[in-house]
């Protein structure tokens, strides 16, 4: 289990919607993120969500002008934080994250791993409400967390 999980908008955002962001702390116990996600995510966190400043200003500013402000900072506060893993969901800020060295997962990767560990019963009833908002997942990633959450039909 990595020490620190910094999870993304998009994460807080799916797993709201769809009322299962009590997977993180299930999981995790702690969650960190930054101020400028808070601000995009624009609602109360859990007391388990603990907000944090990224100390290098300028790397998450380099980082914004090719990702989203709030990945960018995500990003930013892994690089400073070792033994930290970010939950990203745009290909594009997962790209970049990868090339710096940062390990990422995403939020169906967090149900998978909810499964796997026995927090919920299936994969599928999460990947139904969640192809019901509109979050885009493809078909190829829901056969991949179906077989990987050994729920392959």
Same mark, same amino acid.
């Given at each position: ?8 908008t998009t994460?807080?955002?799916i797993?709201?919607?769809?009322n299962?962001?009590h997977?993180?702390q299930k999981l995790?116990?702690?969650v960190?993120?930054t101020?400028?996600i ?10 388990w969500?603990?907000i +944090? ?7 998450k500013q ?6 989203? +402000?709030?990945e960018?900072?995500?990003i930013?506060l892994a690089?400073?934080t070792?033994?930290s893993?970010v ?6 800020? +997962? ?6 060295g940062?390990t990422?997962?995403?939020?169906i ?9 026995g ?20 078909s190829?990633?829901?056969s991949?967390?179906?077989k990987?959450a050994?729920?392959?039909?």
């Open positions: 289990m990595p020490d620190i999980i910094i999870a993304d994460c807080f955002i797993l709201s919607k769809i299962e962001l997977l993180l995790y116990g702690t960190y993120t101020v400028d808070a601000q995009e995510f624009n609602m109360p966190f859990p007391e969500v603990l +944090r400043s990224v100390t290098d200003d300028k790397k380099i980082l914004a002008l090719q990702i989203d +402000r709030g960018a900072s995500a930013a690089l400073e070792p033994k893993v939950v990203l969901d745009d290909l594009k800020a +997962r790209i970049f994250a990868e090339k710096l940062v990422i997962t995403g939020t990767g967090i149900i998978v791993k909810a499964k796997l560990l927090v919920i019963p299936s994969v599928v009833p999460l990947l139904t409400k969640i192809k019901e908002t509109n979050f885009r997942i493809s190829t990633v829901i991949i967390a179906l990987d050994g729920e392959v039909l």
